[in-house]
T-cell receptor
Framework: GQQVMQIPQYQHVQEGEDFTTYCNSS?????IQWYKQRPGGHPVFLIQ?????EVKKQKRLTFQFGEAKKNSSLHITATQTTDVGTYFC?????????????FGAGTQVVVTP | DGGITQSPKYLFRKEGQNVTLSCEQN?????MYWYRQDPGQGLRLIYY???????QKGDIAEGYSVSREKKESFPLTVTSAQKNPTAFYLC???????????FGDGTRLSIL
């Protein structure tokens, strides 16, 4: 079945630095969504990418969907302490049932002031 | 404000006991989902439902049961057959297929 892998599992970042987290699927995806979960909280939707090669920006966050629609990335510039949390990608395979969104294990981000 | 309410926030289960986690939404969403989250892991789908009186098994449905008698409610029962129930349980809903998922605050279930 479809698997969604995220790397790295942990990311320690100095405040002000940039970093990127990657999401890779074993199969072609219909779309990919990104969520952020603060410590002790619940996942909150950030963005959805649908088109091959799509790039979307939200302030300091840049999301990209690969040309083959099998991978995605989230790049954060000038990291702030408010960026602390776990970032999940989630995708639905082109042959999956409508309800089956596969989540990656997440990248846990720790920011050092 | 519209949202998803999960209760209780913390729940303890005794051996051999069934427990039910509540999930209510007033977003008028058609689809609802239950996920299990274990430390250091992503969310794994337990059950999902598109309409009232209809639901499908997710990837880890064994030891769990659900009902969808009302559009706004999707309770999850963790049965005694689930041998490792300690986890964080999240309920979510979407307006339609492919839409972003809205999550409740979750229920932490532990074994006594």
């Amino acid at each position: 079945g479809q698997q969604v892998m995220q790397i790295p599992q942990y990311q320690h970042v100095q405040e002000g630095e940039d970093f990127t987290t990657y999401c890779n699927s074993s199969t072609t995806l219909s779309n990919i969504q990104w969520y952020k979960q603060r410590p002790g909280g619940h996942p909150v939707f950030l963005i959805q990418l649908v088109k091959s090669g799509e790039v979307k920006k939200q302030k300091r966050l840049t999301f990209q969907f690969g040309e083959a629609k099998k991978n995605s990335s989230l790049h954060i510039t000038a990291t702030q302490t408010t960026d602390v949390g776990t970032y999940f990608c989630a995708g639905r395979g082109t042959t999956d049932s409508w309800g089956k969104l596969q989540f990656g294990a997440g990248t846990q981000v720790v920011v050092t002031p | 404000d519209g949202g998803i309410t999960q209760s209780p926030k913390y729940l303890f289960r005794k051996e051999g006991q069934n427990v039910t986690l509540s999930c209510e939404q007033n977003l008028n969403h058609d689809a609802m989902y239950w996920y299990r989250q274990d430390p250091g892991q992503g969310l794994r789908l337990i059950y999902y439902s598109q309409i009232v009186n209809d639901f499908q098994k997710g990837d880890i449905a064994e030891g769990y049961s659900v009902s969808r008698e009302k559009k706004e409610s999707f309770p999850l029962t963790v049965t005694s057959a689930q041998k490792n129930p300690t986890a964080f349980y999240l309920c979510a809903s979407t307006r339609r297929v492919g839409q972003p998922q809205h999550f409740g605050d979750g229920t932490r279930l532990s074994i006594l």
